[in-house]
């Protein structure tokens, strides 16, 4: 990534792919990218926090070059990272989290509050909205396999359109080419989603119980919603900030969901501004 390293790492039997910016010893930073995306969704956000805090951004399991584990509820997935981060010294950090990475940051605030010292949560909440979050199954299951990184650009720019450009080159990072030539998404839920595996649940399974466990969290949160998102509505996010006991709502504007890449330059303000207020 620009400015930073990969790497590899085996915990628990399973391998771990992760990026990291800045220096040891800096506050701990640890990014979630979301769901059917990678770490690299962070390089700007590292990048431009890399000379104040180390930057420590894993594939989630089933994402990226990362294993998978055999359920991919939020409790499951958020009990991989403590392991993950002991195996790096990381005793506290704050953490951004969009979408999937949101959830499970939550869940871990609630179940190891000692591990997180404040949370960005980019546009998720506990209550979703039906028709985006369809969306993004119809994106996920669309196509099976492309022909070249090229014609997968050409679906990602028409799913996102608050985009200003859809590179065909990095989308490289989050492709795999199979001995065929033809390429697949570096992620298991379009298989899921076909059948294929474990089958995925139903956002309400996902987010069941996180409204009651945000009443309980004990660390500032950051709330920011994609100001064009069809996933969090603005209903949604100000019921998520009101039950959370320390937390501030902002939107960023000319984005969807996928905020942190519709908008990367007011993403890392409103992300950094948050981090400088609450020391983390």
Known sequence: PAGGRSGFTIVDERQVHYLEWGRGGAPDV??????????????????????THHVFAPDLPGHGDTDPVDEMDRRS???????????????????VGASLGGIVSLTLAADRPGLVASIALIDIGHRLEDEGVNRIVDFMTKHESFASPEEAAIEVAEYLPHRRQVNADNLRRNLRELPDGRWVWKHMFARRLRGVGPPVGGWRELVAGMGDEATTLTCPVLVLRGAASDVLSNEGAEEIASLIPDARLATVGSA??????????????????FLAETGS
Do not use: K, S
């Not at 640890?30 to 000379?51: D, F, I, N, R, S």
């Not at 997935?77 to 953490?95: N, Q, S, V």
């Not at 969901?257 to 990367?264: I, Q, R, S």
């Open 77 to 95: 997935l958020a009990a991989t990272i403590p392991p993950l981060l002991e195996d790096f010294g990381i005793e506290r950090a704050a953490f």
């Open 256 to 273: 969807g969901h996928h905020a942190a890449g519709d908008n990367p330059e007011t993403t890392v303000d409103l992300v950094r501004a």
């Open 30 to 51: 640890v990014c979630l990218h979301g769901g059917g995306q990678t770490a690299y969704m962070w390089e700007e956000l590292g990048a431009a926090l890399a000379p």
